[in-house]
């Protein structure tokens, strides 16, 4: 979630990494700073802790100039939200600056290594590995020594680079994270999006993993990590800022859909131990200690909010053994609800700002709970009230239907089960690596998801007609049923329900013939005996739909031929475990909803624009 805007030129940088920076705050952010290069060859770092506008008044007090430089706006993943912490970072001599996005994975072996050879720590972060790194290989030139850091490096990373032993240069690198370079009139940029740079240039190259840029007052040149030249058209960017936020998707829920495997990525990295997986929730005045204590869980939230909430309560209960009650935000406070300092109450906002969770967190405050938020706005309001926050990191949602703030959502509740869990000790070494392995995988399971959506606009064809749709899952499942119904609905404007597929007999079988469509998901976990059995018992529901001539749409594990003999249209995804199989499975629910809405229009597809999900933006003439 962090942002990078660099600029070299004729023009003052400080102002113009200023203005990119605050473009790039809908990212949200803890921290912020610059460094640029001045005439006399010294390297100025400003750096602040909290809002830009804190930035803004170290820099009135203490001005920094120069015609080229970095800045960057930071969201903690190694370290705490402080000063010192904040980019730029700096090697040993301050002669090399380094700002980044993402994660370096073996940063703790390469501070060792450095350590080992006489290098110098001044921070918590990652990040600081890299400018020693460079600050090793440097031998006069400034991509050498960056190309080479970069081969030693595990993780992603987006990095700018300057150094004044190799004046008037900036370097860029690409491995994961985006990477955009502007091309002006004497002048060129770099930034982590399109929109910090727009109202600068129109002319954009658009870095591949793997990639390089050297930026010097008279060029841009781009190379590969081995120092071969790349080639690559201009792409010259016409859209109003609006049509460049959509990215050249049809709508906004299309492309919001296309980056949830990012959004994932991002919600989970920073908080995981990858060789223990202990979770790390930090940025909270919760202690550790307290996690232990609490002998309930409260869960309140609204729409979507709220049929996360009910997975999360599957998620809780099972890794933490804590019980769980989930409420709707509008309802809580008007019944005077048992809430104690034993009590920890999770609100799940979006946007941080839903007026009825805002309520509702208050009244849990009032009566001795403590508070923590799920919300994807840094510094709105639920976020302030809450004793702590696990961000999400969605990036901004516009689109009214929500579809990645959901499965971040998910995400953020496996996370806090499984931090319960460890605090409890219901949750051993061994099954949390386990687990944290599956959730790692995740967002690379999404991308095989979203690769098949020629079905899924097929079975929008399909169903067109329908005016009438039934949604059905057991356990963790049902709450995905809940949450397509609601897609369904405010996609299509057509009537559709979820409900417990064991509640069937209890009057929905009454309604099913061959004009109402069937959505069953059926997933399984084949090392879980509880998937098993609710497995084999959704398998007899979707006899008794067909038993009365109901279209059936199976969402089933990959493989699964049982479901597939009965089904009418069957939809595969990728194994996983069964808390987490619903960020897989909404997906497909998803994209029904969005091509059920117009199902002829192909151009902009899931799977046309799939490589804009990582940030490689094609240039055509916005839809």
Not at 592 to 600: E, F, G, I, K, L
Request: charged content about 25%; proline content about 4%.
């Amino acid at each position: 979630m962090c942002g990078i805007v660099g600029y070299i030129g004729t023009q003052p940088a400080v102002p113009i990494i200023l203005e990119g920076l605050k473009r790039l705050e809908y990212r949200g952010y803890d921290s912020a700073g610059l460094a640029v290069c001045c005439g006399d060859n010294q390297l100025q770092v400003r750096r602040a802790q909290g809002k830009l506008r804190n930035l803004e008044k170290a820099i009135q007090l203490n001005p920094a100039e120069g015609f080229y430089g970095i800045g960057h706006t930071r969201w903690a993943t190694h370290g705490r939200p402080t000063e010192e912490n904040a980019h730029p970072h700096r090697d040993c001599k301050g002669d090399i600056v380094v700002v980044h996005n993402g994660i370096v994975e073996n940063y703790l072996s390469l501070k060792q290594q450095l350590q080992a050879e006489g290098h110098v720590f001044q921070t918590e972060t990652d990040t600081e590995v890299i400018a020693h790194l460079v600050e090793k290989h440097f031998q006069g030139n400034l991509e050498e020594a960056v190309r080479a850091t970069v081969k030693e490096l595990t993780g992603v990373f987006a990095m700018a680079v300057i150094s004044r032993s190799d004046q008037s240069k900036i370097v860029a690198a690409r491995s994961g994270p985006p990477v955009v370079i502007g091309l002006g009139d004497q002048e060129f940029f770099v930034a982590s999006d399109v929109t910090a740079i727009l109202a600068h240039t129109q002319d954009m190259l658009f870095l591949d993993d793997g990639e390089m840029a050297i930026l010097t007052p008279t060029g841009a040149q781009l190379c590969d990590f081995d120092g071969r030249q790349v080639s690559r058209q201009v792409s010259r960017i016409l859209w109003n800022p609006i049509e460049v936020e959509k990215g050249g998707y049809q709508h906004f829920m299309l492309k919001e859909i296309c980056e949830q495997p990012r959004a994932v990525r991002d919600t989970t990295l920073g908080r995981v131990g990858l060789d223990t997986g202990r979770i790390f929730l930090n940025e909270m005045d919760i202690a550790p200690a307290e996690f232990s204590q609490f002998r309930q869980v409260r869960i309140i939230a609204c729409g979507t909010s709220w049929h996360a909430a009910l997975a999360g309560k599957f998620m809780i209960e099972r890794l933490a053994r804590v019980p769980v009650e989930v409420d709707y935000s509008s309802e809580f406070r008007y019944r005077d609800p048992i809430v104690s300092e034993h009590t920890l109450t999770v609100v799940i906002s979006q946007s941080g700002e839903t007026a009825d969770t805002l309520a509702a967190q208050r009244e849990a405050k009032q009566k001795g709970s403590k508070t923590l938020a799920i919300c994807n706005v840094a510094g709105s309001m639920i976020t302030r009230e809450a004793a702590g926050t696990i961000y999400t990191h969605a990036g901004p949602e516009i689109g009214v239907a929500s579809t990645k703030a959901f499965t971040c959502q998910l995400t953020a509740l496996f996370i806090l089960a499984m931090r319960l869990g460890q605090a409890n000790h219901s949750l051993d070494e061994s099954t949390s690596r386990c687990l944290m392995q599956e959730l790692l995988g995740i967002p690379g399971k999404l991308e095989e998801v979203l690769s098949n959506d020629a079905v899924y606009e097929a079975l929008a064809r399909r169903l067109h007609h329908f005016r009438n749709a039934l949604f059905l899952g057991r356990g963790i499942h049902y709450p995905i049923a809940l949450e397509g119904a609601l897609k369904l609905k405010e996609i299509s404007y057509i009537h559709a329900e979820g409900y417990p597929a064991g509640e069937m007999k209890h009057g929905p079988n009454a309604l099913i013939d061959e004009n109402l469509p069937v959505v069953v998901l059926a997933t399984r976990d084949p090392a879980s005996s509880e998937s098993r059995v609710l497995y084999e018992k959704t398998l007899s529901n979707i006899q008794e739909v067909k038993a009365r001539d109901g279209l059936v749409i199976a969402v089933v594990t990959e493989g699964d031929d049982d479901a597939r003999k009965i089904a009418d249209h069957v939809i595969e995804i990728p194994r996983t475990s069964e808390l987490l199989a619903p960020i897989l499975e909404i997906v497909p629910l998803q994209l029904m909803a969005s091509y059920r809405r117009a199902p002829r229009l192909r151009r902009g597809s899931a799977a046309q624009s799939r490589q804009k999900c990582d940030g490689r933006v094609t240039a055509r003439a916005p839809v």
